[in-house]
């Protein structure tokens, strides 16, 4: 089992849509997760940094966990095409120092 | 603030041929420095990384190699290149090894 899964998608979805992207992870000992928004032919660039203890929002995104399932999320409100991207998820890895392990990461077409 | 510079943008090389990437850090000391290839629609693979000059950790057996000469640079090299080094090589440096990664935007490189 992978140390951190994403759908790779994509994900289309119209204009003004809630979006949610997922990561499922199996290190139940993390204390913290990053997002990452890669544009197409660019490095990642971050977006979130959450702690494991509750939720996070910034604007239209918002961040969240669910440890019981191991779960993490993050949420997009009102869509826009320029969201259009590839979000990946981190965090890091006790196994490895802790240095992060990323997601394979969700392709997102927003549609306008 | 911190900036991050990696070149070229894109490369196309022969088989056979030797490779030498670089990037470096402005507006802070004694970074992380990490070198990553993105395979088309996969995640991130860490090939590098790398504490403090002339220390390098490899992550991957492979064909490739990496060295710091100085605290802000790092360079990623091989002697000939093979058709699987094809990919998108991401540089990135963070604050220690549990910190976000900040990446650069990338060196695509095709072999042929």
């Known amino acids: 089992q992978k140390e951190v899964e994403q759908d790779p998608g994509p994900l289309s979805v119209p204009e003004g849509a809630i979006v949610s992207l997922n990561c499922t992870y199996s290190?139940?000992?993390?204390?913290?997760f990053m997002w990452y928004r890669q544009y197409s032919r660019k490095g990642p660039e971050l977006l979130m940094y959450?702690?494991?203890?509750g939720n996070k929002e910034d604007g239209r995104f918002t961040a969240q966990v669910d440890k019981s399932s191991k779960y993490i999320s993050l949420f997009i409100r009102d869509s826009q095409p320029s969201d259009s991207a590839t979000y990946l998820c981190a965090i890091p890895n006790n196994n490895a120092g802790n240095m992060l392990t990323f997601g394979g990461g969700t392709r997102l077409m927003v549609k306008p | 603030s911190q900036t991050i510079h990696q070149w070229p943008a894109t490369l196309v090389q022969p088989v056979g041929s030797p490779l030498s990437l670089e990037c470096t850090v402005e507006?802070?000391?004694?970074?992380?420095l990490y070198w990553y290839r993105q395979a088309a629609g996969r995640g991130l693979q860490l090939l590098f990384y790398?504490?403090?000059?002339?220390?390098i950790s490899s992550e991957v057996p492979q064909n490739l190699s990496a060295s710091r000469p100085q605290d802000r640079q790092f360079i990623l090299s091989s002697k000939k290149l093979l058709l699987s080094d094809s990919g998108f090589y991401l540089c990135?440096?963070?604050?220690?090894?549990?910190?976000?990664?900040?990446f650069g935007n990338g060196t695509r490189l095709t072999v042929t």
């Open positions: 507006g802070t000391s004694n970074p992380n």
């Open positions: 959450t702690y494991s203890s």
């Open positions: 790398s504490v403090g000059i002339g220390q």
């Open positions: 290190n139940s000992a993390f204390q913290y």
């Open positions: 990135a440096w963070s604050v220690s090894r549990d910190s976000p990664l900040h």
